[in-house]
């Protein structure tokens, strides 16, 4: 029996904030019922986006919308608040958030108060003072950004395809992909092969044609599937026509013009930044404890260290790793440790209000997967390592496994098969981006933006660039 009604905020419906509030409606289902527990789940998107599938998304093998599990239906005895949490004062348990209605109401930020804080805001992309960045370069960590990459690499191969000017169809068939771990390869990997059986469709594009390059700072890709996964994965790429650039740095994107540490320049006018994430900047308008690197100082148990009824995990967390054998070493900030970490912590919510003991965290890390394209991949799992097939096959079957609700297993299964038995999806759909311009035009007003801004150099108010 819980003691005494409990509000229990959670900020954030990512892996970690969408599995411990299921978590909890399992746990305390007799207490919701009663009244006595109160789950709010405060989040900028009503959805989950499971971000293993983005680069699937991207390469038309899955539907977006099964890529993303809605949180009203799975957790239906949660309140969800669709907003942004801005500051958290956990000395008052008070958090102050906005909504998509606090400027039309015009009364200024909400404050919400609780008794249990659960942290789970996740990441956001790792970015740096580069030149043209801001203005030129997409990311590749939501489900958005994955399908207006997708329909921009397919434009791209429609203007190299229409235009007479040389220069135009080099920089438009040209794509820069900054970052060598799992998001920057597998979307590359993917892409490409996407990319290549769609120009079979293009009486004057060819795959030799297009120029892939992927750019890493460091000396090696892909580390979490160890050193000799990586360099077979670098052969592979570069067996595609690839070309893998390591030990180099991108240090300007400015006027569609790619220029690397190595002297080398590229025009382009595709630049995927994939260089890493950091903490949500929420962290930083807290009361709660950080280290160096802006995550949250936690226990083994997840709770947040010098904090009573805080609790934290996943990207925003910074968990010691008690399987390790060297002292002072956290857990990897991934999917893995976030499913688990938000099962424990939702038991040991339940646990702390029913003043039983607490749960430790402990995971031993088991192995990666990653995707290259269709049919290619690697793997190295519980000590074995495997290529090709194989290791695609086995990053289906898990990620198939691991995506939340049977629903969508099925829906992605069912996906998988049919793609398998009838040809790629081929089709931009880059009016999404902008579906009001065409009747804006038909009403007399203006495209959404200027045709002749460097940053919208297409005229074509459906295009995506």
């Avoid at 419906?13 to 399992?26: D, E, I, N, P, S």
């Avoid at 997708?150 to 040209?174: F, G, K, W, Y």
């Avoid at 293009?202 to 599937?225: C, F, G, Q, T």
């Avoid at 570069?238 to 070309?243: L, P, S």
């Amino acid at each position: 029996m819980v003691k005494e009604r409990a509000r229990i905020l959670v900020v954030g419906g990512g892996y970690v904030g969408m599995y411990t509030a299921l978590r909890l409606q399992r746990k305390l289902k007799q207490e919701l019922g009663r009244g006595e527990v109160e789950i709010t789940v405060v989040t900028p998107d009503p959805y989950m986006t499971y971000q293993p599938f983005l680069p699937e998304a991207a390469a038309g093998a899955i539907s977006p919308r099964h890529v993303v599990v809605p949180l009203r239906r799975v957790l239906d005895r949660c309140r969800v608040v669709i907003g942004e949490v801005t500051s958290i004062d956990h000395a008052k348990r008070t958090a102050t958030l906005t909504t998509l209605a606090t400027e039309e109401e015009g009364a200024g930020p909400e404050q919400l108060t609780y008794d249990e804080l659960v942290l789970a805001p996740g990441s956001i992309s790792r970015t740096l003072p580069i030149p043209g960045l801001a203005e030129h370069a997409i990311g590749f960590k939501s489900v958005e950004e994955a399908i207006g990459l997708r329909n921009h690499v397919i434009e791209q191969m429609d203007i190299a395809s229409s235009t007479r000017d040389p220069a135009i169809r080099d920089a438009a068939l040209t794509f820069v992909f900054v970052g060598g771990g799992f998001a920057g390869v597998e979307a590359l990997g993917e892409l490409e092969d996407m990319a290549r059986y769609a120009a079979r469709y293009y009486h004057n594009v060819r795959p030799e044609d297009m120029k892939w390059i992927l750019v890493e700072a460091s000396d090696r890709i892909l580390p979490e599937v160890g050193a000799e996964m990586g360099r077979y994965t670098v052969t592979e790429l570069r067996r595609r026509n690839i070309d893998v650039r390591l030990e180099t740095r991108l240090e300007s994107c400015a006027d569609r013009v790619a220029v690397l540490s190595d002297g080398a320049r590229f025009p382009t006018r595709t630049v995927v930044w994939t260089a890493g994430v950091k903490p949500h900047p929420i962290l930083a308008a807290t009361d709660l404890p950080l280290n160096e690197r802006g995550r949250l100082k936690c226990t083994p148990q997840l709770t947040i260290d010098g904090a009573t009824h805080a609790w934290a995990a996943g990207d925003a967390a910074a968990v010691p790793d008690v399987t390790a054998e060297e002292p002072g070493k956290e857990t990897a900030p991934n999917a893995q440790h976030a499913v688990r970490q938000a099962r424990v912590l939702g038991d040991n919510i339940a646990h702390a209000l029913r003043g039983e003991q607490l749960e430790t965290y402990a995971h031993k890390y088991v192995g990666s997967v990653a995707s290259l394209g269709l049919h290619k991949g690697v793997a190295h799992v519980y000590g074995r390592k495997l290529k090709g097939y194989p290791a695609w096959f086995m990053h289906r079957v898990y990620h198939l496994s691991r995506v939340p609700t049977f629903n969508r297993k099925a829906r992605v299964l069912a996906e998988w098969t049919l793609s398998g038995l009838f040809k790629r999806e081929i089709v931009s759909l880059g009016s999404l981006e902008h579906p009001r311009a065409e009747f804006e035009l038909a009403a007399g007003g203006k495209p959404p933006t200027d045709p002749n801004s460097d940053r919208n150099p297409n005229p074509n108010p459906k295009g995506s660039s």
